[in-house]
């Protein structure tokens, strides 16, 4: 089975900037369609879903929370996924994942990465 493995968090002061990375173990997993999702701290049954482009780069969709400040961009050649993160904010605070978008095949979650905003 295929492992995603996100990486890239850390810890930010506001208004600070991160690059996350999301790359699949299998070479043929086919990352057309991507998304990043995040978990807030004391929130575990919630798992929002941020971003997500279908079809390449044919349709991209922002959450309100994140629009104008994330992006997310990919490397074909290196099988990767990114999610630019700026100007970040303490409410930005959470474990994130990527996945394929809600509604598509889902492939196993990965461990995710912790960003922490400070203020």
């Known amino acids: 089975q295929v492992q995603l493995v996100e990486s890239g968090g850390g810890v930010v002061q506001t208004g600070g900037s991160l690059r996350l990375s999301c790359t699949a173990s299998d070479t043929t997993f086919n990352m057309i369609n991507m998304a990043w999702y995040r978990r807030a701290p004391g929130k575990e049954r919630e798992l929002r879903e941020l971003v997500a482009v279908i079809g390449g780069d044919v349709n991209t969709v922002y959450a309100d929370s994140v629009k104008g400040r994330f992006a997310i961009s990919r490397d074909n050649a290196k099988n990767t996924v990114y999610l630019q993160m700026n100007s970040l904010r303490p409410e930005d605070t959470a474990v994130y994942y990527c996945?394929?978008?809600?509604?598509?095949?889902?492939?196993?979650w990965g461990q995710g990465t912790l960003v922490t905003v400070s203020s």
């Open positions: 996945n394929r978008p809600r509604g598509r095949h889902l492939a196993p």
